[in-house]
Nanobody, 120 residues
Framework: VQLQASGGGLVQAGDSLRLSCALS????????MAWFRQAPGRQRELVAR????????LYADSVKGRFTVSRDNAKNTLYLQMNSLVAEDTAVYYC??????????????WGQGTLVTVSS
């Protein structure tokens, strides 16, 4: 399974951006998916995750109410709609996919990351 993230860029505070993550290969084995991010000098953190059906989601407190994770299984694509961006959202964003539906199990596949820079 391969993941290709796209959609990052340079935006101003208050702007919106939508990230996409295209899956290819044996996509039928994928269950959970998630977006992580890593800012300079900081550890990677979970931004949002979504279950295999796209019904159950979870968000980091810092993005709750501003970001929306979704997936289109027919198109094998994961999305992250980011609204009301702030400078603290600046990071490299990674998409990840897991074979297991167990929430706390590891993610098996990772995308290459897409840089989001928010200027204040």
């Amino acid at each position: 399974v391969q993941l290709q993230a796209s959609g990052g860029g340079l935006v101003q505070a208050g702007d919106s951006l939508r990230l996409s993550c295209a899956l290819s290969g044996r996509t039928s084995i994928i269950s959970r998916m998630a977006w992580f991010r890593q800012a300079p000098g900081r550890q990677r953190e979970l931004v949002a995750r979504i279950d295999g059906s796209g019904v159950s989601t979870l968000y980091a407190d810092s993005v709750k109410g501003r970001f929306t994770v979704s997936r289109d299984n027919a198109k094998n694509t994961l999305y992250l709609q980011m609204n009301s961006l702030v400078a603290e959202d600046t990071a490299v964003y990674y998409c990840a996919a897991a074979r297991s539906s167990i929430i706390f199990s590891a993610y098996d596949y990772w995308g290459q990351g897409t840089l989001v820079t928010v200027s204040s």
